[in-house]
């Protein structure tokens, strides 16, 4: 065998390297190309015509900027231009490029230059994060969407106390950005001390499964008290661990905007009292003064009266409502047969004659309560059957003994309610339809009952479906109450 020149020697190992280097060129995952000083590119591997979808020889011969998105153009030309004719000796960038399906493609760039022989070329490697790229986008627009809603996601884990959350919870609950990272105590703690309390007490005590919803105040410094609330529901993590995921919001502005509407509705129902009950007894006066036989006379004092006795309720409700919301709504107990009051509040419908009302009940049961402001709840739920559901003339009353509760319930089959709207029904100032309604209320009656059963220690609801009637029900415990205000 001729002995091996060093010269050979070189070639041979030239030779071997250059094959690995292709093995590994076309191989690897990554998109790459081989690019000459004229910035043509001149090979691919398999990665990168998976990437744009076109083939070997649709690329090569063409430059990578033919393939860019314009917005990079002269930014990746800036760079081309640096490398090439001032020395440097690589360049990154980020940018997009145009598929064959006309799809974008998000990539990192970098591009080194080598010298092979003579002549310089660049090895660029493409490498795509469009996947990141979209999720980061998402996680903006959720990010800007929540900030302008004033809102933060988090979630909580409660057995080590650790809170995950997105950009703006430091902010709704007044701490600063740059503040430590959050944890479950640091959240509690910038509620107002009472507030804490009861939130560390919630939190504490949250089986599985169940929802938290809590309104309080927390302490901005140097701009004062502001209204968070916060909601959540306990979904089970990894390893069983008790997780709680929810929301916070800034609700200063709405806390606002209903003190401003509770001082208006405050003065003025206070202000019409007067001139009311003046026009009442005008009306009595009328009444007994008439000439007899005027049919006329007569006629337009009752619906005087009819229309006297709208605008009383709609002012009562609103001083009601005042009250409760001042937490000024007194109860006095007694104890009363609470079907004989049902009945009571039910009579003079029977006796009008238009709505029949059918109470269902074989049973005569005492109760410790307000039984005006039960019979106001009865009142409240019937008058809305009337309101609500005008074309079914009968409405049933149930009253069912439950054991350690009396449960009442006024069934229509009225228009009924969808289930996402029933959830709201007994806020404060809730309507269904709101803004064209042909119905007139202030969405108050619901409200004023839950808060009278509330403080009668027993529960009230709804059950009722869109197109299927509605019924509305509510439980009074037998016992003396535990909850006495
Ligand atoms: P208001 O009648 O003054 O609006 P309420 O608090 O009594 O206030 O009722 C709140 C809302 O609940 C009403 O606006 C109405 O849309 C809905 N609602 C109440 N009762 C019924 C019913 N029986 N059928 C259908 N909708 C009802």
Known sequence: MEPVTPEEDYQAKYMQSEERFRKIFSLTSAATKIIDENLVILEVNDALTDLLGYTKEEIC???????????????????????????KP????????????????WVHVTTIVYIDGDK????????????????????????MSLKYSRMAVFEINLDNGEVMHSEGLKEVIGLNADQDKLDVEGLVNSFIAEDAVELRALFSHLPEESSIDFVGQVDVEHSGLKWVHLQGRME???????????????????????????????????????PITILSGTLQLLDRIKPKDDVKVSGLIDQANKSLKKVTILIEDLLNASKMNEGQLHLNKNLFNI?????????????????????EENLSINIYGDADRIQQVIINFVNNAIKYAPDEKLISVKAVDQGDAVRISVIDSGPGIDHEKAAHLFDRYYRVDSKGSQYSGLGLGLYISAEIIKKHGGEIGVTSENGNGSEFWFTLPKQNPIIEI
């Open 236 to 274: 089970p993590g990894e390893n069983n661990a008790k997780k709680l995921l929810g929301t916070v919001q800034d609700i200063s502005k709405e806390k606002q905007a209903d003190q401003h509407k509770d001082d208006f509705i405050s003065i003025a129902s206070h202000e019409l009292r007067t």
């Open 90 to 105: 690589f360049f990154k960038l980020e940018a997009c490029l145009k598929k064959k399906n006309g799809d974008l493609v």
């Open 339 to 359: 079907v004989e009051a049902v009945n009571e509040c039910c009579a003079h419908i029977n006796r009008e004659g238009i709505y029949k009302i059918q109470v």
């Open 120 to 143: 310089r070329f660049a090895y660029t490697v493409l490498d795509d994060y469009t996947f990141m790229k979209s999720y980061q986008e998402s996680e903006k627009r959720l990010n």
């Open 61 to 87: 011969g063409k430059k990578i900027l033919d393939f860019a998105c314009k917005q990079y153009i002269e930014s990746w030309e800036n760079l081309q231009h640096q490398m090439w004719s001032h020395g």
